[in-house]
C-alpha cells in the first residue's frame, strides 16, 4: 500500500469499487442459480440476477458495517474487552450492564441531562417549530425566504466553526447574547425583571436535575437561599454546570427548522373547507387553530416527537465544541453518545463501550415502542 | 374597517418573521463581523456590531497557516471521494428496489427502513475494531469506504420514491431493443432524475462537510484532520485568550461552501426534508 495518505484512499477506493462489483455479480449469480434449481423461468431468473446484482452494494455493506458489528458487539458487552491491552478476553456476564445501570454515575447523568433535553427542551423546540409555521403558513409575500432562513440553521447545525461561533456568543462576561440582555434589562426596567424570573426558574429547575443525578440537593438549597437574582445578574451559560444544558436547549431551538418543515407540510394538507365552514360559523381564529388544525396536526407532532427524542439522545458535537476540556462541568452536560465515545476511545474499553451501544440502541427501541402505543390515545389520523 | 385590520395582522405578521429571521441568522452575521474585528474588538465590553475599521488581518494570517490549508484540502478531497461512491451506490440499489420485480425484494426493502431505527453511534465501537484490525487507523479509509456500499437508508428511500414515478413503458421498451439492466440504469433512469440526484448529493455533502465523530475517532494526526476536527482544535481551553477573529475567520471559511451549496439547491431540499421525513 502507498504510504501517502492521498494516494492510499485512492487505491483503497478501488479496491473496494471492485470488490462491490464483483461480490454484487457473485450474489447475483448466486441468486438466479437457486432461482433455477427451483425451476424459474428465464426471465424470473434474469431479474433476480438483475435485483440482487444492483441491491448487492447495500447488502454487502449491512452485512459488514451493521449486522456483523452489532453482533461482535453484542458478545463483547458481555466481556471486559480492551483494545490496547493485551490481557486475554474474559467473559464477565452480566457485569458491564449491571455496573452501568446500578453504579456508573456518569451513565446515569447522561441519561437524566436527556431527560432534560427531553422534558425543557423537545417542547421548546417543538413549540417554537410550530409557531414559526402557522406565521410562514399565512400564504404571503416572501414566504420561500423566510423559510430559507428558518431552514438555513439545520444546515450549518451542528459544523464545529458554527457552534464556535456559539461559544463566542455564549460568553458570559463580554458575550453578545449577555451584553443584548444587559443592554435590554438597563433601557428597559421590565425585561430586567422577565432576566432574573427566567434565570431562577431555570436555576431551579436546572439544580433539581442535578440533585436526580447526585442524590444531594444542596445545589437545590444554595439556589433557593440566594433568592430572587439581583440585578446585575446574567445566564452563566457556558460557565456554570447549571446552565450549560440550557445552551445546549438554545442550539436545539436554533435548529428546529426540519420539524417547522414537517409541521408546514401538515398545514398545507388541512383542506382550506374546513376552515372556510368554521369561520362562517363564527369561530376565531384561536378556536381553529385548536379544534381543527392542532388535531389534523397531532401525526406530525408525533414524528417530530419521535425524531426529536432519539436525536436528543445522541446529541454529541455541541458537547464536544463547547465543553469538552471543561471538565469541572462536562459531567452537567453530557449525552449518552458523547459517554459513549468518551469512555470508547480515551480509555479503550471496548467491552464496556459496547454494553453502553447496546443500552442506548434498547432505550431508543423502547422509547419508539412506547411513544407507538401511546400514540393511539392522542395522534388524530383521518377524520376528514 | 375590514381592510384595516387586514393592514394590521399582516403588518404584525412581518414584524413577528422579520424579528423571528434576524435571530435566526444572528449567529452567522456575528460570526461575519467578528471575523472581521481585531482581538480586542472581539472581547471588548462594549458591544461592536461593525467593527469601526474591518481588518482582512484574519484572512490574510489563516492563508498563510498550512494546517488550515491542508485541513481544507482534505476536507474537500474526503468528501468529494466519499460522494460519489455513495451516490453511484445509492442509484443502483434504488434502481433495484424501485424497476426490478426479484424474490426478497420487499423483505430487503424493509430490512433497509427498519435500519433507519439504529443510530449510526451503536455501530461506531465495533467498526472501530474492525477498522483498528485493518490497520486503517490513522489513514482516510474509515471515514471513505463505507459510503461505497450505499451508506444512508433515508437517502436510497427518497431516491426510490422518484424513481419509482417514472412510467414503466420507458424501460419496457429499451428492454424489447435489447438493452441490459445495466444500459437502462445508467442511459434512461438517471439521467431523468437529475434533480432528486442533486438533492441527494447535497445532503450528502452536507453531512460529510460537518461530520465531526468519525473524523475525530479515526484521522488522529493534525496532516488529516478534517476542517471541523482542525477547527475546533483553534479553540484551547488552556489558552486565557482565544483567538476569536482567527477562529471566525476559520468558521466563515468552513461555512461558505455550505451557504453556497444550500442557496443553489434549496428549492429541491425543502421539498424533500418533507418526503423523506414523513413517508420514512
Known sequence: MPTNPYLNVLVIAALTVIFIIASSYGLGALARLIIKLRGGTPKVQENTFAGYFFAAPWIVGFLIFVLIPLGFSLYWSFTDYRIASSAPVNWVGLENYTTLILKDTSFRASLINTLYLTVIGLPLQIGVALFLAVLLNQKMWGEKLFRMAFYLPVILGFNTAVLLCWRLMLNTGTGIINQIIRALSAAFPPFGYLNRAFIFAQEVVAAVFLGLNTGKYNLLTKVIEAGFPTEVRVPLWVQSPLWTKMSVVMLMVWGCGTMMLIFLAGLNSIPKELHESAEVDGATGWQRFWKISFPLLTPYLFYNLVVGLIASLQIFEPIFVLYRDNQPIVSSTISMVYYLWQKTFSHFEIGYGSAISWLVLVIIMIVTVIQFKLQDRWVTYDVY | ?280
Open chain 2, 1 to 280: 374597517m375590514k381592510q384595516y385590520f387586514y393592514l394590521i395582522k399582516s403588518s404584525v405578521l412581518y414584524i413577528l418573521l422579520t424579528g423571528a429571521t434576524v435571530l435566526m441568522s444572528f449567529p452567522l452575521f456575528w460570526m461575519i463581523s467578528s471575523s472581521l474585528k481585531t482581538l480586542s474588538e472581539t472581547n471588548s465590553a462594549g458591544i461592536v456590531w461593525i467593527p469601526d475599521q474591518p481588518t482582512l488581518q484574519a484572512y490574510l494570517d489563516i492563508f498563510h497557516n498550512t494546517n488550515f490549508l491542508r485541513s481544507y484540502f482534505n476536507s474537500v478531497f474526503y468528501v468529494t471521494l466519499s460522494m460519489f461512491g455513495t451516490l453511484i451506490s445509492i442509484a443502483a440499489v434504488s434502481y433495484a428496489f424501485s424497476r426490478i420485480e426479484w424474490p426478497g425484494r420487499n423483505f430487503f426493502f424493509f430490512l433497509m427502513l427498519s435500519t433507519m431505527m439504529i443510530p449510526a453511534q451503536a455501530l461506531i465501537v465495533p467498526q472501530y475494531v474492525f477498522f483498528n484490525k485493518l490497520n486503517w487507523i490513522g489513514t482516510f479509509n474509515p471515514i471513505v469506504i463505507p459510503g461505497y456500499f450505499a451508506g444512508g437508508a433515508a437517502m436510497i428511500f427518497l431516491l426510490r420514491q422518484s424513481m419509482a414515478q417514472i412510467p414503466k413503458e420507458l424501460d419496457e421498451s429499451a428492454f424489447v431493443d435489447g438493452a441490459t439492466h445495466l444500459q437502462v440504469w445508467w442511459e434512461i433512469i438517471l439521467p431523468l432524475l437529475k434533480a432528486p440526484l442533486a438533492t441527494i448529493a447535497t445532503f450528502l455533502f452536507v453531512g460529510l462537510w460537518n461530520s465531526l465523530l468519525t473524523p475525530l475517532m479515526y484521522l488522529q494526526t493534525i496532516d488529516l484532520y478534517t476542517l471541523p476536527v482542525y477547527v475546533s482544535t483553534l479553540y484551547n481551553i488552556n489558552q486565557t485568550t482565544q483567538p476569536w477573529p482567527t477562529i471566525m475567520t476559520a468558521a466563515v471559511l468552513t461555512t461558505v461552501p455550505l451557504i453556497a451549496v444550500f442557496f443553489v439547491a434549496q428549492r429541491y431540499i425543502l421539498e424533500s426534508v418533507v418526503i423523506s421525513g414523513l413517508k420514512g
